[in-house]
Structures are given as structure tokens and as C-alpha cells.
């Protein structure tokens, strides 16, 4: 028969078991501990990752919109080497821009290459305008030049009414054609007159490029084919826009 334990030893030997089992659960708390603390740097960095981006995506999301009917002094052309290089995207910095505009497009005159039925102008154009919009712009144009004054008139009127109904509460600027050629041609300049009347009819603001002789003795700015802006003319354009913009 095996002895009998003594009290003494009965003692001892539960006070050992009751150690033996306070130190596992001391060992588990630790390494939950140690998962809480990880988990906890990982949701910090995160947090600080996410508060880094947001004076940027403020900053941009406080930008003017700008939506801006044209032709190709808005859409660029081969005289200029990329859309980086043209007025739209030099004047990002101050204002979200996005374009409604086709190359060979006026109040008038659509796009050479348009199905029957489906003609692409201002007047379309603006009907698309983002309605979100803070300012409207529409720029032109000299591809306007072999349409009747009073055509002009009436549809560039009908434009900016779209323009206002698509973009309501929008500012709406008009800025008349842009003549590369001085003198400036008569197409032209009929052209810009009816452009003014029909911005004066609508109350909205209005700028006469040709008046305030935007290209003139500035030839070098015009590409080779004597019609658009290099990549300096964006430069310059882009300067002269921000100007109107701001008055």
C-alpha cells in the first residue's frame, strides 16, 4: 500500500498546481495583449495613411468646375505636341475642367465627318454640359466664318439657353472667336459680332477676343498650318483665359 500523503505535502503540492495554472494564463493574457497591440498599429497607420491624402482630395474637390464648349483652340490640333501642352490642362492647377468641344465645330458649322441626322455643333455641345458645373465657357469660333450673321446669332443664343438649363445657377462666359489672321477677316469678325448680340440678349458675360486683339503680332504662336496654337499659343491662351476667368 503507497503512503499517505502528509498534510504538509498535500499543501505543497496543491499550492504547485495552482502556480503551474497562473502562469498559463498569465502567458495566454500576453499574447493576446501582444495581437491587440498589433492590430492597433495597423489601424493607426492606416488612419494616418488615409488623413496624408486628404488635403489633396480636399483641395481638389474645392477647385471651380469648369465645363468649356469649343473647337479645336479648346480640343488642341497636330500644331501642338499632346493635351498637356494646351490651355485646358495648364489651367487645371486652378480649375476642374472638363470639355464639351470638337475640332472643326462652331455655333453653326458641324463636324465634317457627322452622320446625316446627327450633326455635332455648340448648340449640342452644351446641352451636354455638366450640371454640376460653377462656370460655363464657350469659345469661338472662327469655323463660323462662311455662316449667315443672323444663323449664328440665333443658335448661339439657343446654345447658352441650353447651357443654362443643363448647368443651372452656372456662371456663363462667352468668349467670341479667336482670329489667328490679322487683319482679322470679315467671316470672322461677323461672326464675333453675332456672337456678342446673341450674349447681350441672354445676359451673360461676354469677351471680345478680336477686340482686345488676342494673336495679333503674335504669329510665331500659330503653328505652320497658320490656323492653330503651338504649344507657346496654349501657354499664352491659357494666361489670357485665367484673366477673363477671374474678372
Known amino acids: 500500500m503507497a503512503p499517505r500523503d502528509s498534510p504538509s505535502r498535500a499543501l505543497a503540492r496543491a499550492f504547485v498546481t495552482v502556480l503551474g495554472l ?12 501582444d495581437a491587440a497591440t498589433s492590430s492597433d498599429t495597423t489601424t493607426t497607420s492606416t488612419a494616418v495613411s488615409a488623413s496624408a491624402t486628404t488635403p489633396a482630395t480636399t483641395a481638389a474637390s474645392t477647385k471651380p468646375r469648369l465645363s468649356v464648349v469649343g473647337d479645336s483652340y479648346t480640343t488642341g490640333s497636330t ?7 494646351r490651355w485646358p490642362a495648364l489651367i487645371s492647377d486652378e480649375y476642374t475642367v472638363e470639355l464639351f468641344a470638337f475640332g472643326g465645330t462652331g455655333y453653326v458649322r458641324t463636324r465634317d465627318d457627322d452622320p446625316p441626322g446627327e450633326d455635332t455643333n455648340f448648340v449640342t455641345h452644351a446641352r451636354e454640359v455638366d450640371p454640376d458645373s460653377d462656370i460655363v465657357l464657350m469659345i469661338g469660333s472662327v469655323n463660323d466664318y462662311l455662316a449667315d450673321p443672323v444663323e449664328i446669332e440665333a443658335a448661339a443664343e439657343e446654345a447658352i439657353g441650353l447651357a443654362q438649363a443643363a448647368a443651372q445657377g452656372a456662371r456663363i462666359v462667352v468668349i467670341g472667336p479667336i482670329s489667328p489672321t490679322w487683319p482679322v477677316p470679315d467671316g470672322y469678325a461677323n461672326a464675333n459680332t453675332a456672337v456678342g448680340l446673341a450674349a447681350a440678349a441672354m445676359d451673360v458675360e461676354f469677351f471680345d477676343a478680336i477686340d482686345a486683339g488676342w494673336f495679333e503680332g503674335h504669329e510665331d504662336l500659330i503653328g505652320e498650318d497658320t490656323l492653330h496654337p503651338t504649344d507657346a499659343g496654349h ?6 483665359i485665367r484673366d477673363v ?3
Do not use: I
Not at 497562473?22 to 495583449?33: D, I, K, N, P, R
Open 79 to 85: 500644331m501642338d505636341s499632346g493635351a498637356d501642352a
Open 22 to 33: 497562473w502562469l498559463l494564463a498569465a502567458c495566454a493574457w500576453s499574447g493576446a495583449t
Open 235 to 240: 501657354a499664352y491662351l491659357a494666361e489670357l
Open 245 to 247: 476667368l477671374a474678372s
